[in-house]
C-alpha cells in the first residue's frame, strides 16, 4: 500500500535518518561523562534510539517508502559532529541540548499518528505512542540532571526550552492513554525539521509550552 500523504512519508524518512543521528551523538555523550550512572543511562537512550530506527524501517518497508540518501548523509555528518563536540563543550550543554532535542522528537510520533489515522489506518497507534511515550521521558532524564544547574535559567531564556517549557504538552505524571493521545501535540507549530539541527543545538520550529 502506498500512502498518499507526502507530508508523513516526508516525516518517517526523517525520523529515520535523524534517529541515526541522535544515536551517534549519544555515543560521544556517553563516552564523555566521567559518572558510571549516567554512561550506562546515556548508552540506554542510545539503544532506545537505535531501536526506534528499527522500528520505523519496518513502517517504511510495508508501505514501500524508500530511504532518504539525503537525509541519511545529514544525519550521519551531524550526528558525528555533535558527537565529537560532547568532549569539548563540557558536562552541561550536551545534557540541556539533548533534552531540548528530545523534547521536539516528541512530537514526531505523535504526528505520524494524527497522519496515519487521517487516512483511516489506527494499526500503528501503539507503537507511535509507545516511541512518543519514551521520547518523552528521554527528555525528562536530562532535564533532570540540569535542573538546579545555575546555567539552565539562562540557557532557558535563550533557546526556550528547560524547567518550565516544552515543546510538546505531556504530562508523564498524567498521561492520555493512546485512545485519548489525538490531544498530544496538537497545538504546536509546523513539524521539527531534523535536517536543520547544528551541531549541539537543534533549530526546533515548535512553540514552547509553559
Not at 502506498?2 to 551523538?25: G, M, N, T, V, W
Not at 510538546?168 to 509546523?190: A, F, H, M, W
Amino acid at each position: 500500500m502506498k500512502l498518499p500523504h507526502p507530508e508523513l512519508i516526508d516525516l518517517i524518512q526523517r525520523a529515520y535518518s535523524f534517529e541515526k543521528a541522535a544515536a551517534f551523538a549519544y555515543q560521544g555523550h556517553a563516552g564523555a561523562v566521567k559518572n558510571r550512572e549516567e554512561k550506562k543511562s546515556i548508552k540506554q537512550i542510545e539503544d532506545d534510539e537505535w531501536n526506534h530506527r528499527r522500528e520505523v524501517l519496518v513502517l517504511m518497508q510495508q508501505y514501500g517508502i524508500p530511504v532518504s540518501k539525503n537525509y541519511e548523509v545529514r544525519a550521519h555528518i551531524i550526528g558525528k559532529v555533535i558527537s565529537a563536540s560532547c568532549y569539548v563543550i563540557g558536562w552541561f550543554m550536551p545534557f540541556y541540548f539533548a533534552g531540548r532535542l528530545e523534547s521536539g522528537n516528541v512530537c514526531e510520533y505523535f504526528r505520524m499518528k494524527q497522519y496515519f489515522n487521517s487516512l483511516g489506518i489506527t494499526e500503528h497507534d501503539q507503537l507511535l505512542y509507545d516511541m512518543g511515550i519514551k521520547e518523552k521521558e528521554h527528555e525528562i532524564y536530562f532535564l533532570e540532571g540540569i535542573k538546579t544547574n545555575k546555567l539552565l535559567p539562562l540557557f532557558q531564556k535563550l533557546f526556550g526550552w528547560g524547567d518550565d517549557e516544552s515543546f510538546n504538552n505531556i504530562d508523564l505524571d498524567r498521561k492520555y492513554p493512546v485512545g485519548e493521545s489525538g490531544i498530544y501535540c496538537k497545538t504546536q507549530g509546523p513539524a521539527l525539521q531534523p535536517g536543520e539541527i547544528s551541531p549541539g543545538i537543534c533549530d526546533m520550529q515548535e512553540q514552547p509550552v509553559k
